[in-house]
């Protein structure tokens, strides 16, 4: 699909909780920006919630634009832009593009959430020079995305990239949201990390770390007493990154991409997390070519969504080349 003439499209990052848009313009680059709460996850109500702020960022940018392209999250149609399930909202074969394309009278092009960060981050990010990347996304939970060959993968059911729920603990590990025990992104996201602190609680009878508040306790806090070596918050993050490795080497040995990208919270302890991961994906990756896959930081943050939704937008929907080719 060609170019559209136009200078801007729009990105929109759904989540749970906000809605994030964007004016970006032909270079990856955010011109306009607003975002808004959502409190009620009914249909009606962040149909309401998405017209609101887009007109204000439509407004804003006072110039014709090439579309709407809106990263959500759960498994969908990207043909139609139905939300066939999002556990997020609960919703099942939601109309979501039909209702917003009645509203705003544009095109609208939806896929998911974790899919357009790759797609933003390997168009503008840090997987702009390559053809084979994948991006992790360390968060509440582990979103994913793959480029093979130059493409967006998607799947039979447009629900390829869905790594955090492979088990690398099956018999050991800690339950995970969709049900299975051990899957990566129970032991490995960032809510794994606290899952770890938890429960190594009974070996550090006087650790701070809890600080008489378990229901308070983040990773951000665990990874800052690590960095400081707090004993309780180091044993913890040697677990979490043994359990994160052991999930990139299996990801380097489906796919052998050129470059890994960790991108969510996490990723902000940056050469922190990297000096320890790296070492250990090394040792556990043995059929790849020894460093044909840098693990890297994403480099567009928060971000990558909108960046990646516009940049669908921009295409004419789902993107399989670089923006540039």
Known sequence: MGKTEEHFAIGI?????????????????????????????????????IVKITKRVLASVKEPVAGIGIGSPGNIDASTGSIRYSPNFQ???????ERLRERLKLPIFIANDARCATLGEYTYGIGRDTSDFVLLTLGTGIGGGIISGGQ???????????????????????VCGCGKIGCFEAQAAGTGLIRHAKALEPSFPKSLLLQ?????????????????????????????????A????????????QIIALGGGVSSAGAFLLDTLIPQVCALTTMAPAGSTRLEIATLGNDAGMIGAATMAFQGGLVTQKANA
Do not use: C
């Open 246 to 257: 052991l999930g990139i080497a299996n990801v380097v040995a489906f796919l052998n991409p």
């Open 13 to 49: 990052d759904l989540g749970g909780s906000h809605v994030a848009v964007a004016a970006v313009d032909q270079q990856g680059k955010i011109v306009e920006h607003e975002s808004l709460d959502i409190t009620d996850h009914a249909l009606d109500s962040v149909v309401e919630v």
């Open 212 to 244: 008489g508040k378990p229901d308070q306790l983040g990773s951000k806090a665990i990874r800052r007493a690590a960095e400081t070596g707090d004993g309780h918050a180091l044993a913890a993050w040697k677990n979490y990154t043994r359990d994160l």
């Open 152 to 174: 967006l993968h998607l799947g039979a059911g447009m629900g390829a990239g869905e790594v955090g729920h492979h088990q690398i603990r099956p018999s050991d590990g800690f």
């Open 91 to 97: 919703w099942h074969d939601v109309p979501l593009g």
